[in-house]
């Protein structure tokens, strides 16, 4: 099994049934639910301009709420814009809440040395905060609120656990990097939201890839080589890449293993929730 050449599996092959089949799951759990509104953070960039997007073609845009939530360190007026043309392309409420008065509130509570750039802790503060916006407004609106993280994300553990990994709903959780900027071209997305170097705008000048150590490019096809159980050594081969870099990749997969599940409770009963007691949706 080879993955040489095999950046086009990440193309969408079908891109209407694709965003047909995410429309149909938005459709259906927001009436399982039975809410009125999805919450969608924007920063302006690709995985949120494209969930945001979805969201608005599934229900309509006046039944979805953009929110930019900016704060002073990495205030970025390019992303605010963009956010906003993407909301009023496809019709979407679209609200900016500067953070940045809570973010200073709470650095009152962490040590001076740990409000430095770079700092995950501290960094990780303002993920949990943009959760508890979204969750007010999907609290006051009956909504939802629609995470905006890609597969290879997922699968890296590279989100905040309880930040922007809080959410109610996924619609592109499984789909890697490069599948979702493909969509977000047929979808009609600005080339230059497409084309941004990814960054969760924790603290100036952050880079995702440059946190992870590769380019998403090669990423997602070690991811997807891992995904289908095959053996790092040739993934590495068909890469190009030392096995030690994709034992790396692998690793962290694992290791992040606990941001993809409930909270480990330990079994005492007869049945426990989120295990061996769990409710179909269609009970809903």
Known sequence: MSLRLSTDQFLVREPE????RIK?????HRERARASKFIVGMSGGLDSSVAAALCALAVGGRNVIGISMPEEETRNEGNI???KEVARRFGLQFRIIDITPVVEAMSTCIP???RKKGSVSYAN???RLRALVLYYFANRENGLVVGTGDKSEVMLGYFTKFGDGACDIQPIADMYKASVRDLAKHLG???RVYSKTPSPELWPGQSAEKELGLEYEKLDIILWGLERWMDPK??????GLPVRVVNRVRDRWIRSEHKRRPPLALKLGYRTAGYDLRLPYTLG
């Open 17 to 20: 049934e694709t965003i047909n």
């Open 234 to 239: 040739e993934i590495g081969e068909d890469v």
């Open 112 to 114: 001076r040395m740990e």
């Open 81 to 83: 814009k963009d956010a």
């Open 189 to 191: 997305i600005p080339k």
């Open 24 to 28: 149909r799951f938005l459709v259906t």
């Open 125 to 127: 503060v303002k993920a």
